[in-house]
């Protein structure tokens, strides 16, 4: 299994992203996944950002993002989305996606596959 991160970059605060979590893989039924979003910054632990359960695709966000960030998912084009707007610096960190057979959660060791990663860089 493969999850590919995409979309990341640098942008002024106030602006926004979006990013791509492609998956692939043999039997790898991508609908059947729950997904997330994590984030960690320089010095710090890797954070959730938010998830979106499989089949009844609820949305789960962290508070320092609600509002601010959307998650969605293609099950046709195997692909997972973070749009991110009204960016913040604190907002800078590598983001990555995982998937998990079950349902969504906010700890990291729940999921069983990860991306490796794209960077998110807010400056002015």
């Known amino acids: 299994v493969q999850l590919v991160e995409s979309g990341g970059g640098s942008v002024q605060p106030g602006g926004s992203l979006r990013l791509s979590c492609a998956a692939s893989?043999?039997?790898?039924?991508?609908?059947?996944?729950?997904m997330a979003w994590f984030r960690q910054a320089p010095g710090k632990e890797r954070e959730f950002v938010g998830s979106?359960?499989?089949?009844?695709?609820?949305?789960d966000y962290d508070d320092s993002v609600k509002g601010r960030f959307t998650i969605s998912r293609d099950n046709a084009q195997n692909t997972f989305y973070l749009q991110m707007d009204s960016l913040k610096f604190e907002d800078t960190a590598i983001y990555y996606c995982a998937a998990a057979r079950g349902a969504a959660s906010r700890r990291d060791r729940w999921y069983e596959y990860w991306g490796q990663g794209t960077q998110v860089t807010v400056s002015s």
């Open positions: 893989g043999p039997s790898f039924s991508f609908s059947e996944q729950s």
């Open positions: 979106i359960t499989r089949i009844i695709d609820r949305l």
